[in-house]
């Protein structure tokens, strides 16, 4: 990140920008940094000035306690400022609730796209799935069981236990540890891990909400719900895609909502 502008409460921000253009601001999700969805900006900055940043808490950018969620969108807000006074957001996973957030906060936000925004409606006993995992989560950050932290989060996606027990014997895992307090930011973004229709409602711009129709349906479901609670939302399933999706699938649906 080559690029720093500072929060509302003196948080620092690290970012980059490539492109020229309208600007289109990257938001990553949970155990994510500006790094992980930079790819993504490959494809766009063709056509747009793409930002991608670390979230506070993780990677290059700082931090200030007490966390809250109005702390991200003033990040955001100052990385509008910072990029000319207006942008679009494109949120991937819980970055997408953070987006869908900052846009109903009122931000000068002209557009905003999501790609499949975990919230948990469609899931069975989704709610109470989230509920446990953030009690869980809560004790293990408390109590500094950073490696269990990244092991709620990891079975919270249904990685497969053998599967998650490899990754601790990683050379990566260190760099997980690091990130984990971020978890709980990310927890308190999702809410009760529910769509927040109301929110939603509120919302007077544009949005795009993307889902793989490779993934389970309830995460299909999920962001259809949301582009059905605001106002001007539009539903797009991108063939073979899950939740990792690839930047040169999603990238050129971005390009002709953004454009649009």
Known sequence: MDKKTISADGTSLAYESTGAGPAVILVSGAMSTGGTVAPLAVPLSRHFRVVAYDRRGRGESGDTAPYAVQREVEDLAALIEAVGGEAALCGISSGGALALEAAASGLPVRQVAVYEVPFADFLEDGAALYAEYRANLTDALAQGRLGDAVELFLRLTGMAEQTIQGARQSPLWAGMEAIAP?????????????????????????????????????????????????PEGTYRSLEGQTHMVEPDVLGPVLVEFFGA
């Open 182 to 230: 971020s978890l709980a930011y990310d927890d308190a973004v999702m809410g009760d891990g529910l769509v927040p229709r109301s929110r939603l409602a509120s919302i007077g711009v544009p949005v795009l909400a993307v889902a793989g129709d490779a993934s389970p349906s309830w995460m299909r479901e999920a962001n259809r719900t949301i582009a059905e609670g605001v």
